[in-house]
């Protein structure tokens, strides 16, 4: 039983010499995005409303980043584990190119709709008065955020593939950079010291732009110069043309995972707007407590990350079927424990950590309670998580498609939206409720993977 679910040394040092660096870099920006979290929590509850809304926002757009570049990802990590650098670069450019339009259409969405969106949260029981003082910060922030749209892109277009191409250290030095450049310059500019203005909330969106900037600068000025170490990288701007088979294969097996984010982003939204309707105080609750959730889970989604990468790396080499399952399985296995470790310590710091936010008791009472809350649904996520990464790997993008946001647009979405409109349930019961569907997500994974239908190799 134990060689069936943990494997040797050999397979763990493979397995953390991916997940390391990816761990490290995701856990400091987690970090110091909590530190950051609690220095504008410190200038006041409206405050920390406004960014939070706009945070939503945001997310959508970057994880639309993240799933264009994971869908070329896919050949990124197979072309590698096969030796061909030439269909490296061609993934590369995709990526550049799909990424830069994301993020010009997410500025237009934020300078023309933006107002409008963040209303949207604005709607739940509350002072008049203080809805429009969030709305005024959420505004100032996002005025500013859209700058950073256009480096983070690019950023992520460079990490992603070094980090496929087995150079995850390189952006896991860059995010390390970036974070505390940003972490500085909060400490400067929202609360004004060293001489520099007081800033608050547009302060902080301030730093966060310098800090994507000194991100793509270190990930993108490495790899120009280490073209010996990223042979893919050479002439790489000195034409933008993608193999027209490859751009209809990347289209094809790659499209679903871009879609499959934003409709997952955007229903993660909606079920936070739906959060919303409950009362004004529900907004930064929810804030406090999916910052704590965050950096608990920088293990588990790490780990995706990790089975995605080992996992198209084994397929593209064309590893025999019982040593890719062998080893999906003990990764999975990895994935689990670590969101029930994690898990149980965010219920630990469930009853202080709210504290630290200066804000109402009711505010903190209820960040408590839903921190408990994720912390109990951290497994079952670690397992749907891993499992996504693994369908993924083997290009069933259409499956995590149907596994993903389909799941929570025809589950989540919709329960979320109609107990909040049509009961009076209160907002406790509601967040448990809809975190609880996880549970059946996991059969449905399960299942997929049992069938083995994502074990291919896509460079054949």
């Known amino acids: 039983m134990l060689n069936r679910y943990f494997g040797d040394r050999a397979f763990y040092r493979r397995c953390f010499a991916v997940a390391l660096p990816i761990i490290i870099q995701n856990g400091i920006t987690n970090f110091v995005s909590l530190l950051d979290n609690i220095m504008v929590g410190q200038v006041g509850t409206i405050p920390m409303s406004g960014v939070s809304i706009v945070n939503q926002l945001m997310f959508v757009i970057n994880l639309c980043m993240f799933g264009a570049s994971s869908g070329a990802g896919i050949f990124t990590a197979q072309f590698h584990g096969s030796g061909d650098h030439k269909g490296v670069r061609h993934t590369f450019r995709f990526k550049v190119l799909i990424c830069s339009a994301i993020a010009l259409l997410g500025c237009c969405i934020c300078i023309f709709g933006g107002d409008a969106l963040i209303g949207l949260y604005l709607t739940g029981e509350g002072d008049p008065k203080a809805a429009a003082e969030i709305l005024l910060y959420g505004q100032q922030y996002l005025a500013i955020m859209v700058w950073g749209f256009l480096p983070f892109a690019l950023s992520n277009a460079y990490s992603s593939t070094l980090r496929e191409t087995g150079k995850a ?74 193999p027209g088979r490859l751009l209809k294969d990347i289209a094809i097996k790659g499209m679903p995972l871009l879609i499959n984010e934003f409709l997952w982003a955007s229903g993660m939204a909606i079920m936070n707007q739906c959060y919303s309707t409950c009362g004004l105080d529900v907004v930064p609750a ?98 749907t998580n891993a499992t ?61 993977l049992k069938q083995g239908k994502w074990i291919q190799n896509l460079t054949q």
């Open 169 to 242: 250290t390189v952006p896991m030095v860059a995010g390390i950079i970036a974070v505390f450049v940003n972490l500085i310059l909060n400490y400067v500019l929202i609360f004004g010291h060293f001489g520099a203005p007081k800033m608050g909330v547009a302060g902080a969106a301030l730093a966060t732009v310098i800090a994507r900037f000194v991100e793509l600068f270190v990930v993108a000025g490495w790899t120009h110069l280490n073209a010996e170490k990223c042979p893919y990288i050479r002439q790489v701007y000195r034409s933008l043309r993608i």
């Open 388 to 448: 996504y990464f693994t369908l993924r790997s083997g290009g069933q993008t259409m499956v995590t498609f149907l596994f993903d946001s389909c799941f929570v647009w025809t589950v989540c979405v919709p329960l979320a939206f109609c107990l909040s409109h049509f009961t009076p349930i209160a907002i406790v019961p509601l967040y448990a409720i809809c975190q609880g569907t996880d549970l059946l997500k996991c059969l449905v994974g399960g299942f997929m």
């Open 286 to 383: 929810m804030n406090i407590s999916s910052t704590l959730y965050n950096l608990g889970s920088v293990v588990f989604l790490s780990m995706g990350n990790t089975v995605g990468i080992l996992m198209g790396q084994m397929l593209g080499a064309a590893t025999p079927e019982g040593e890719v399952r062998d080893a999906n399985r003990k990764l999975i296995t990895i994935s689990v424990l670590a969101g029930g470790f994690f898990g149980m310590v965010m219920a630990a710091c469930s009853g202080w950590f709210p504290h630290i936010y200066n804000t109402t008791g009711d505010v903190r009472h209820l960040a408590t309670i839903f921190i408990c809350i994720s912390a109990i649904m951290m497994p079952l996520n670690s397992y």
